[in-house]
């Protein structure tokens, strides 16, 4: 509903006034009505002011109905009131008296209206349907298997004129005729039962189609219709802002594993080059203590000192270069 000044309206009770004093009139149709009796279900009542009048003048404050009724009018397409929603409805004076702010957000309430009688009524309508279905269906059983019983029936039947083509006299062949007649009889009255009460039973569905078309060609007439009215556009609810999928992030994730990764790298360099530096100069002070002590094997004793440093630095390079080819591939 688009805001009016203020200032426009200067005495709300003459606006009251007018409006009641009009003739309620069809939005559609232009068709006039009594809105004041209290028969017809056009009739509605103000939750506000208590004043009655026609449902197209009626509206729904959505923060109002939060704050006094706890119920979100945009949650009304998947979630019922736990009330009529009529309870919520405000005329259009109180509209423009107490809800004519920036902060009021108002929705027509006819269309609202509607769409709840058709789902109270869509729930009667199923449980009818329902019941149409299993009778229907059992009907279509009872229709399809009398065709085979009375063909099952005409068999019998052939087999008792078989029996008197061989018969051996006149007294067998009298009753086995005598049985074949009566059964004969009985299949008669059985298909002048079915299509007596059948064709009945055609009048009667022929009568109701009619019926049935003559009211839809009345309701199109005596009744205003109008055209699909989008609930979700006409509640105003705000379209989800879809945020567009950042096609970088994978990257980003994908380069911090990398540091993430790196730095675990460096730590473990760290910890390899310090590892092996210790453990070779255990090895070198073992080494020493054997030469100083004479406890080292004769080989070790006769080296001389650059064998020595040959022999405890180069695999310390040798572990140092193998570690940092590690690092770098």
Not at 147 to 157: G, H, R, S, Y
Not at 200 to 206: P, S
Not at 270 to 283: D, E, H, K, P, R
Request: aromatic share 8%.
């Amino acid at each position: 509903m688009s805001l009016v000044p203020a200032s426009f309206y200067q005495n709300v009770d003459i606006i009251r006034d007018v409006k009641f004093n009009m003739k309620p009139t069809c939005s559609i149709c232009m068709e006039e009505f009594d809105a004041i009796v209290p028969k017809d279900l056009r009739c509605m009542t103000c939750s506000s002011c208590k004043m009655s009048g026609s449902e197209t003048s009626f509206h729904i404050c959505r923060e109002c109905t939060i704050q006094h009724h706890e119920y979100d009018i945009h949650t009304f397409i998947d979630q019922e009131p736990s009330i009529h929603p009529d309870a919520f409805t405000i005329c259009s004076t109180c509209v423009l008296k107490d809800h004519n702010t920036t902060h009021h957000t108002v929705i027509e309430y006819l269309p609202i209206r509607l769409n709840y009688q058709l789902r109270m009524n869509t729930k009667s309508a199923d449980v009818l349907k329902t019941r149409v279905h299993k009778d229907f269906s059992d009907a279509m059983t009872i229709l399809s298997s009398l065709p085979i019983l009375v063909k099952k029936k005409e068999c019998e039947v052939a087999k008792i004129a078989e029996f008197m083509t061989r018969a051996k006299n006149t007294e067998s062949l009298t009753q086995i005729f005598k049985t074949f007649e009566r059964e004969m009889k009985n299949i008669i009255k059985i298909l002048e039962a079915l299509k007596r009460d059948g064709g009945k039973l055609k009048d009667t569905v022929e009568q109701t189609v009619k019926r049935l078309e003559d009211d839809n060609e009345k309701i199109d007439i005596a009744h205003c219709l109008q055209e699909f009215v989008d609930l979700k556009e006409h509640l105003k609810i705000p379209e989800m802002v879809q945020i567009p999928q950042d096609t970088d992030l994978p990257i980003i994730d994908e380069t911090l594993q990398k540091e993430e990764s790196k730095k675990y790298t460096i730590g473990s360099v760290i910890v390899s080059i310090f590892s092996a530096i210790f453990n070779w100069l255990c090895m070198f002070f073992k080494f020493i203590s054997q030469m100083i002590f004479g406890t080292g094997s004769t080989y070790y004793k006769n080296v001389s000192t650059e064998h020595i440093n040959l022999h405890i630095l180069a695999p310390i390079f040798i572990n140092l270069i193998c570690i940092l080819i590690l690092y770098v591939f």
